[in-house]
């Protein structure tokens, strides 16, 4: 069984900066999607940003141009770097890989409040 445990979240100003990591217990095989998605309180959760199987990034509306997903290493799948951040942004952020066999994994989600 693999868990997925998320990093980085904490308390920053709007305009700041935070990189996000997503931690796997175990390596996952055939891996064909990674994501990062948000939920706010009292608000329906949302697909921030992914990365299919050949490397292809989609990102929402909201955060083009200031957030950036990449891939990382078998410990460590998916990061989420988020820069200039807004009030807005403030939420629980989840990462989520699903692999070619039908397995799909979620973390529990890491802390992101952005104050003005």
């Known amino acids: 069984q693999v868990q997925l445990v998320e990093s980085g979240g904490g308390w920053v100003q709007a305009g700041g900066s935070l990189r996000l990591s997503c931690a796997a217990s175990?390596?996952?095989?055939?891996?064909?999607?990674m994501g990062w998605y948000r939920q706010a309180p009292g608000k329906q959760r949302e697909l921030v940003a992914s990365?299919?199987?050949?490397?292809?990034?989609t990102y929402a509306s909201f955060v083009k141009g200031r957030f950036t997903i990449s891939r990382g290493n078998a410990l460590n799948p998916v990061y989420l770097q988020m820069n200039s951040l807004k009030p807005e942004d403030t939420a629980s952020y989840s990462c989520?890989?699903?692999?070619?066999?039908?397995?799909?994994?979620w973390g529990k989600g890491t802390l992101v409040t952005v104050s003005s």
């Open positions: 989520r890989i699903t692999s070619t066999y039908g397995m799909e994994y």
């Open positions: 990365i299919g199987s050949s490397v292809i990034t």
């Open positions: 175990r390596s996952i095989f055939s891996i064909n999607f």
